[in-house]
């Protein structure tokens, strides 16, 4: 079977998508609508580039020396990559054929048999939680927050190594009592190795402006360092490794 994947673009040496030298494949379509989300020349799905599974393995293959030797390998993401199952199953298959590490960058929002399949090549799942209050997770994005918990649960069944992400946007998702509790859940999960905290910053707000979009958040602040400070304290009650990304 020869899928199509519709590509947004890829970074040949990325560091900041999981451990190591990455080759980073961002993927077109994503069925959330974060209000702080960087690409949304991501959201749609007909738009981007075509590669067969084979003509991208062509290009990763091109950096596997430098992905080996720092512990590295291949991170999809987007968008949403699970968007386009067929081809993400097809190319973590090629990449674990070759020897690559596979990472998976989702929301954990759709959930079926065909992702469960893909797991099964994936080596560390990058799990984005946007907020921990069924709520605020809603008004953040649009969509509920059931279908990443129940994938959180099936990373911890498989055993499968996981960062959990969590991106801090002052009066958005910097609601203390709810980041407290996700704090005391992801205890519960041997799985879950680290947990990044990332700061809101505005880079991709053109890019609203360019499609035409309405940026709800022009006036929000980035957060400071007292408040990525507190947030880190409060998450590291969970008993996990944190990484601060400001
Ligand atoms: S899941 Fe990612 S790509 Fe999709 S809207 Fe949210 S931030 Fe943007």
């Given at each position: 079977?020869?899928?199509?994947?519709?590509?947004?673009?890829?970074?040949?040496?990325?560091?900041?998508?999981?451990?190591?030298?990455?080759?980073?494949?961002?993927?077109?379509?994503?069925?959330?609508?974060?209000?702080?989300?960087?690409?949304?020349?991501?959201?749609?799905?007909?738009?981007?580039?075509?590669?067969?599974?084979?003509?991208?393995?062509?290009?990763?293959?091109?950096?596997?020396?430098?992905?080996?030797?720092?512990?590295?390998?291949?991170?999809?993401?987007?968008?949403?990559?699970?968007?386009?199952?067929?081809?993400?199953?097809?190319?973590?298959?090629?990449?674990?054929?070759?020897?690559?590490?596979?990472?998976?960058?989702?929301?954990?929002?759709?959930?079926?048999?065909?992702?469960?399949?893909?797991?099964?090549?994936?080596?560390?799942?990058?799990?984005?939680?946007?907020?921990?209050?069924?709520?605020?997770?809603?008004?953040?994005?649009?969509?509920?927050?059931?279908?990443?918990?129940?994938?959180?649960?099936?990373?911890?069944?498989?055993?499968?190594?996981?960062?959990?992400?969590?991106?801090?946007?002052?009066?958005?998702?910097?609601?203390?009592?709810?980041?407290?509790?996700?704090?005391?859940?992801?205890?519960?999960?041997?799985?879950?190795?680290?947990?990044?905290?990332?700061?809101?910053?505005?880079?991709?707000?053109?890019?609203?402006?360019?499609?035409?979009?309405?940026?709800?958040?022009?006036?929000?602040?980035?957060?400071s360092k007292e408040l990525?400070t507190e947030?880190?304290?409060?998450?590291?009650?969970?008993?996990?490794?944190?990484?601060?990304?400001?």
């Amino acid at each position: 079977m020869n899928v199509i994947g519709r590509v947004h673009s890829l970074e040949s040496c990325g560091t900041v998508d999981g451990p190591g030298i990455r080759f980073v494949v961002f993927m077109q379509g994503c069925p959330l609508r974060c209000q702080f989300c960087h690409n949304p020349d991501t959201w749609d799905t007909n738009k981007g580039m075509e590669y067969t599974p084979e003509q991208l393995m062509k290009e990763i293959v091109k950096y596997k020396s430098y992905m080996g030797f720092s512990g590295g390998g291949v991170t999809f993401t987007g968008g949403e990559p699970l968007m386009q199952q067929g081809f993400i199953l097809e190319m973590s298959k090629l990449c674990k054929a070759e020897g690559i590490s596979v990472a998976l960058d989702t929301s954990g929002f759709i959930w079926n048999d065909g992702v469960k399949e893909i797991l099964e090549y994936t080596d560390i799942v990058l799990l984005d939680i946007k907020n921990y209050n069924p709520i605020v997770y809603e008004e953040v994005t649009g969509v509920s927050l059931c279908p990443t918990l129940e994938f959180l649960d099936y990373l911890r069944e498989k055993n499968i190594n996981t960062w959990v992400r969590y991106v801090l946007v002052p009066g958005l998702t910097d609601n203390k009592d709810s980041i407290k509790e996700l704090s005391s859940h992801l205890r519960n999960y041997p799985n879950v190795s680290k947990i990044e905290l990332l700061g809101f910053h505005k880079m991709g707000e053109y890019k609203w402006k360019e499609l035409g979009l309405e940026y709800k958040l022009s006036q929000t602040k980035e957060p400071s360092k007292e408040l990525m400070t507190e947030v880190k304290n409060i998450l590291e009650l969970s008993g996990k490794v944190i990484s601060v990304n400001a």
